[in-house]
């Protein structure tokens, strides 16, 4: 009688033991998290020769480069990208007056000669955002933390910093035809 009790008990020991392990290997897998979902960048380009490509473009269209140093691991890059994208506002400065970049920093590719080129912007951490003019000259870096307001970012502070680094905003008045 004691040998089946003792039997009995291992019995419900292993059924249960095999449902938990079951369970775990049954369940699906975790949700991404958006930054594990959202792509902007591409970390086989070479980042140098993106700069130097939309530099000539920019120099075509009268414009500036505006470049978002980042990568796809980082939330505040991703939530920077959707909070210019909601607002047509901002994006109708960003399309009217520069060549947008993503220019990836990442394990796989950090473009060490991007970087060095710019003057290491990414000493401010990231996103950081760097202006280039149709020559390839960098005209600003600018740490985004000065944009953010809690958790997210300030339209108003957003606005004037692509507004203030345009190419015509550049130009004085007294030159401009």
């Keep these: 009688m004691k040998i089946s009790k003792i039997f009995l008990a291992l019995i419900i020991v292993f059924v249960f033991a095999g449902n938990s392990i079951n369970a775990q290997t049954t369940a699906k897998p975790a949700a991404k998290t958006p930054a594990e979902q959202v792509k902007l960048y591409d970390p086989t380009l070479d980042g140098l020769k993106q700069i ?7 120099k075509k269209a009268n414009k500036h480069v505006l ?3 980042g990568g796809n691991w980082c939330s505040w890059c991703i939530k920077f990208d959707g909070f210019c994208k909601a607002d047509t ?3 109708r400065i960003i399309n ?3 060549i947008p970049v993503k ?5 796989e590719n950090n473009n060490d000669a991007a970087n060095s080129y710019m003057g290491n912007p990414s000493r401010f951490g990231f996103p950081v955002f760097i202006i280039i003019d149709g020559n390839g000259k960098v005209l600003h870096i600018q740490d985004s933390s000065l944009l953010e307001d809690g958790a997210g970012y ?8 692509f ?3 345009t190419a015509a905003a550049l130009i004085p008045k007294s030159q401009q035809k």
């Design 52 to 58: 130097k490509d939309a530099a000539a473009l920019a």
């Design 67 to 69: 470049i978002q140093y």
């Design 89 to 91: 506002s901002i994006m």
């Design 96 to 98: 009217g007056n520069y």
């Design 103 to 107: 220019l990836n920093y990442s394990p």
């Design 154 to 161: 300030n339209k108003q502070k957003v606005v004037g910093f």
């Design 163 to 165: 507004s203030n680094w």
